[in-house]
């Protein structure tokens, strides 16, 4: 199984600056195609995963353009460029390239 | 709009056994891979189950083999999940996801199943 990890565990940010979160994995992610198959998820308190980023670098439809991704291969980071109140939740990134699907542990992003 | 709508919360003691149904609207399942991911209390997402599109094969997380199964009914446009020999750490919420290629882009509202003597 292809191992996910992220850093940091919490991350609190003043609203308005910028918030980066690190997703890294055991094992190549860049499929034939030539995309690198790592999407980035936020939960909101009781609410479901929704889906911010796909291919690394796809922003999904209806997300801000505060939010962007990048990396390639094994590396790869999520940007908020100003953080704001909304959002705050939890941050998973998740590989997509074969199952088992596998998930970061989780950033916690709160307002300091 | 794409929505799955999943049933409700369960209350099940050790050793028996669950269903959750996911029923979809506003796609045909025969275009999509769907997924049961779970989430137990305060934890992180772990993936279960994935059907393909022609719904005649299956896949299971490694740790669940025996004890899960996924199925669908696209005359009824819904998923299931049956999970067997239910134990403490299967409490947990269970969401169905929809796959559209690039990984899953859509999730049910998710459906809270409790193990408890």
């Known amino acids: 199984d292809i191992v996910m990890t992220q850093s940091p565990l919490s991350l609190p940010v003043t609203p308005g600056e910028p918030a980066s979160i690190s997703c890294r994995s055991n094992?190549?992610?860049?499929?034939?195609?030539?995309?690198?198959?790592l999407n980035w998820y936020l939960q909101k308190p009781g609410q479901a995963p929704q889906l911010l980023i796909s291919?690394?670098?796809r922003r999904a439809s209806g997300v801000p353009h505060r939010f962007s991704g990048s990396g390639s291969g094994t590396d790869f980071t999520l940007t908020i460029s100003r953080l704001e109140a909304e959002d705050v939740g939890i941050y998973y990134c998740?590989?997509?390239?074969?199952?088992?699907?596998?998930f970061g542990g989780g950033t916690k992003v709160e307002i300091k | 709009q794409v929505q799955m709508v999943q049933s409700g919360a369960e209350v099940k003691k050790p050793g028996a056994s669950v269903q959750i149904s996911c029923k979809t609207s506003g796609f045909a399942l025969n275009d999509y891979f769907m997924h049961w991911v779970r989430q137990a209390p305060g934890q992180g997402l772990e993936w279960m189950a994935i059907?393909?599109?022609?719904?005649?094969?299956?896949?299971?997380a490694q740790k669940l083999q025996g004890r899960v199964s996924m199925s669908r009914d696209t005359s009824m446009h819904t998923v299931y999940l049956e999970l067997t020999s239910l134990r403490s750490d299967d409490t947990a919420v269970y969401y169905c996801a929809r796959d559209f290629g690039e990984g899953i882009d859509s999730w049910g509202q998710g459906t809270l199943v409790t193990v408890s003597s």
């Open positions: 998740m590989q997509a390239l074969e199952t088992p699907l596998t």
């Open positions: 059907i393909n599109p022609a719904g005649n094969s299956t896949s299971y």
């Open positions: 291919l690394a670098s």
């Open positions: 094992q190549s992610l860049l499929y034939k195609n030539g995309y690198d198959y």
